[in-house]
C-alpha cells in the first residue's frame, strides 16, 4: 500500500512538472514575435484568409464577413502568445529564443545601415 501511495505521488509530481514553463518565458517569445514580423503576418493572413473565403462563399452576407474579420484581428499578440507557449516551451528554451530576437534586432539595424 505504501508503495503505491509513492508511485502515485512520484507520477503526480513529474506530470505537474511538465506544465512548468520558465519565468519570462511567454515575456521572451512576445518580443521574439514582435521583432520577428509574426503580429503584421498574422494580421496580413487573417485579411488574405477572409477574402479568399469572402470571393468563394458570395451567398454569406457581407456583415458577417466583416465582424468575423473583426473578431480575429481583436485577438491581439498576447492571446497568440499564451496559445503558443507550450508548443515552442517544448522545442526552444528562452535562451533559445533570446538568440532568435537578438539576431532579429541585428539584422534590422544591419538593413537600416544600407
Same mark, same amino acid.
Not at 496580413?44 to 468575423?68: E, F, H, N, R
Given at each position: 500500500?505504501?508503495?503505491?501511495?509513492? /508511485?502515485?505521488?512520484?507520477?503526480?509530481?513529474?506530470?505537474?512538472?511538465?506544465?512548468?514553463?520558465? *519565468?519570462?518565458?511567454?515575456?521572451?517569445?512576445?518580443?521574439?514575435?514582435? +521583432?520577428?514580423?509574426? *503580429?503584421?503576418?498574422?494580421?496580413?493572413?487573417?485579411?488574405?484568409?477572409?477574402?479568399?473565403?469572402?470571393?468563394?462563399? /458570395? @451567398?454569406?452576407?457581407?456583415?458577417?464577413?466583416?465582424? &468575423?474579420?473583426? *473578431?480575429?484581428?481583436?485577438?491581439? &499578440?498576447?492571446? %497568440?502568445?499564451?496559445?503558443? +507557449?507550450? +508548443?515552442?516551451?517544448?522545442?526552444?528554451?528562452?535562451? @533559445? &529564443?533570446?538568440?532568435?530576437?537578438?539576431?532579429?534586432?541585428?539584422?534590422? *539595424?544591419?538593413?537600416? @545601415? %544600407?
Amino acid at each position: 500500500m505504501k508503495t503505491y501511495f509513492i /508511485s502515485a505521488l512520484v507520477c503526480l509530481m513529474s506530470v505537474m512538472s511538465w506544465g512548468q514553463v520558465e *519565468e519570462g518565458y511567454e515575456d521572451t517569445l512576445k518580443k521574439m514575435f514582435e +521583432v520577428s514580423g509574426t *503580429e503584421a503576418a498574422y494580421q496580413s493572413t487573417i485579411k488574405q484568409m477572409v477574402g479568399m473565403y469572402k470571393s468563394q462563399k /458570395s @451567398d454569406v452576407p457581407a456583415d458577417a464577413w466583416d465582424s &468575423l474579420e473583426k *473578431e480575429f484581428l481583436a485577438m491581439s &499578440l498576447n492571446d %497568440l502568445t499564451k496559445m503558443l +507557449v507550450p +508548443v515552442y516551451s517544448k522545442h526552444l528554451t528562452k535562451n @533559445d &529564443l533570446e538568440a532568435v530576437s537578438y539576431t532579429h534586432l541585428r539584422a534590422h *539595424e544591419t538593413r537600416e @545601415d %544600407l
